[in-house]
């Protein structure tokens, strides 16, 4: 991963990351663990499972899926499951912390909640961004809690409450420096309307493109700017410019 960005010559300035849904658990990967990168300004997450995923979405609402759904949860720490199935990654079941610690390999690391693996690198380069931007959608039923998004979550061992980020032990022990980035001033806290991913045209324009522009542009912007190409082009793909809002699928 370190090589493939080191060798991105339009990075070279270094550059931001606009992340969808379990993409931003990769965004961060980069921020934390690629080492002699450039620098990753902005961080833009939208409906990210930044503190894990309660439940394994079903496949339907048929008998067939809703076995093999059970089948899942009860081998989601295993190492074929953690091996075959994506989403297991940052599956963290509250009542089986133990296991989940033990077996999920991927967030126990880029959350730095391993107790006796804790990486102090990791929050070093998190809490050089220069902002971290939280999207959580209101009506969100794909990431449970939603809360997730801004880094919320279920305390060990209940399925409720669910805690705000400010009151998880992540960031009350700072382990990838949230509380540091926070108390900073460069976290923040957005709510839209909406299901997953499903963001409206004003929403993209005021929460997440000022973040995609030069400082020297931000110190001007006014609604008659005319955007860099590259910027409408990115986004325009990524979020089909509408007045529609997204639609996840």
Same mark, same amino acid.
């Given at each position: 991963?370190?090589? &493939?960005?080191?060798?991105?010559?339009?990075?070279?300035?270094?550059?931001?990351?606009?992340?969808?849904?379990?993409?931003?658990?990769?965004?961060?990967?980069?921020?934390?663990?690629?080492?002699?990168?450039?620098?990753v300004k902005n961080m833009i997450s939208l409906g990210g499972p930044h503190a894990g995923e309660a439940?394994?979405?079903?496949?339907?609402?048929?008998?067939?899926?809703?076995?093999a759904d059970n089948l899942i949860k009860s081998e989601i720490y295993?190492?074929?499951?953690?091996a075959h199935l994506a989403p297991s990654g940052y599956v963290k079941i509250p009542t089986d912390i133990s296991a989940y610690l033990s077996g999920c390999k991927f967030l126990p690391k880029l959350n730095n909640e391993l107790p006796d693996e804790r990486n102090a690198t990791y929050k070093d380069r998190f809490t050089s961004? &220069?902002?971290?931007?939280?999207?959580?959608?209101?009506?969100?039923?794909?990431?449970?809690?939603?809360?997730?998004?801004?880094?919320?979550?279920?305390?060990?061992?209940?399925?409720?409450?669910?805690l705000p980020p400010q009151q998880t032990k992540l960031y009350v022990e700072d382990w990838i420096g949230l509380r540091t980035l926070d108390e900073a001033g460069k976290v923040k806290y957005i709510?839209?309307?909406?299901?997953?991913?499903?963001?409206?045209?004003?929403?993209?324009?005021?929460?997440?493109?000022p973040y995609l522009m030069d400082e020297s542009v931000t110190e001007t912007a006014s609604s008659s700017i005319h955007w860099p190409l590259s910027v409408w082009t990115f986004i325009g793909e990524l979020f089909g410019l509408s007045d529609r809002p997204l639609q996840h699928k």
């Open positions: 991963m370190d090589l &493939q960005v080191k060798e991105m010559k339009e990075l070279s300035e270094g550059f931001n990351i606009v992340g969808l849904s379990q993409g931003n658990l990769i965004g961060r990967a980069v921020v934390e663990y690629c080492d002699g990168v450039p620098p439940s394994v979405p079903l496949c339907g609402s048929g008998i067939f899926c809703i076995i295993s190492k074929y499951v953690q961004l &220069q902002n971290l931007v939280l999207i959580m959608f209101e009506h969100d039923t794909v990431l449970i809690p939603k809360e997730t998004a801004w880094f919320g979550y279920y305390p060990d061992g209940a399925f409720e409450p669910v709510s839209v309307p909406g299901n997953h991913l499903g963001i409206s045209r004003s929403d993209m324009k005021k929460y997440v493109v």
